[in-house]
């Protein structure tokens, strides 16, 4: 899986003005026409969607990459992770967020942004490396809340794998989210 950064100015300029009228979703998967991409670029991550959302759809514009979104407010950030596998939306910040799918299939981004009033738009990071969130100034805290159960940080536990499980498992040389992954354990990684 490709790491691809989204961090122009124009993309940041059209989070700011996500509203509710109009959903939008994140989609590293189809292509649409330039117009029907908040950022009128042809190869943006976030695109309007006519059609009503189901959480399956939500899941398939993602399949198996890893979708976040770097939010700032002052020096505060936040890290959004969006992964198909993931049973909510993960908000890693100041405080701690979820969200349910089946608000954000309804609501689309509209649904983050209402819960980060005065955050704007970082970057949006398809597939990320630990050293490309860091690089945009992501606290290593919040990166190892949101890879805990990963365990990447922790070394996991001295229970045997389950051979069940062994596809879901990434390489240890791997640095970043990857199918399989639950960053949704907030034990302390400290």
């Given at each position: 899986?490709?790491?691809?950064?989204?961090?122009?100015?124009?993309?940041?300029?059209?989070?700011?003005?996500?509203?509710?009228?109009?959903?939008?979703?994140?989609?590293?998967?189809?292509?649409?026409?330039?117009?029907?991409?908040?950022?009128?670029?042809?190869?943006?991550?976030?695109?309007?969607?006519?059609?009503?959302?189901?959480?399956?759809?939500?899941?398939?514009?993602?399949?198996?990459?890893?979708c976040t979104v770097i939010l700032s407010k002052g020096k505060d950030k936040a890290l959004v992770v969006l992964e198909r596998t993931l049973p909510k939306i993960l908000i890693h910040g100041k405080k701690r967020i979820e969200i349910d799918w089946a608000e954000y299939a309804q609501?689309?981004?509209?649904?983050?942004?209402?819960?980060?009033?005065?955050?704007?738009?970082?970057?949006?990071?398809?597939?990320?490396?630990?050293?490309?969130?860091?690089?945009?100034?992501?606290?290593?805290?919040?990166?190892?809340?949101?890879?805990?159960?990963?365990?990447?940080i922790n070394g996991g536990t001295n229970e045997p794998a389950d051979p069940t499980d062994r596809n879901d498992q990434g390489s240890p040389e791997e640095e970043g989210f990857g199918p399989g992954s639950d960053p949704s354990d907030n034990h302390s990684c400290e």
């Open positions: 899986m490709k790491e691809t950064i989204f961090n122009r100015p124009v993309l940041t300029k059209a989070w700011d003005e996500i509203n509710l009228k109009e959903p939008c979703f994140f989609d590293t998967v189809n292509t649409y026409a330039k117009k029907d991409h908040i950022d009128g670029m042809k190869d943006g991550p976030i695109g309007w969607e006519d059609e009503t959302m189901t959480i399956e759809d939500c899941g398939d514009c993602i399949e198996d990459d890893v609501e689309g981004c509209w649904s983050i942004r209402e819960k980060l009033e005065g955050y704007r738009l970082e970057a949006i990071v398809i597939n990320p490396k630990v050293k490309t969130l860091e690089g945009f100034g992501v606290l290593k805290k919040i990166i190892k809340q949101a890879l805990a159960k990963k365990d990447l």
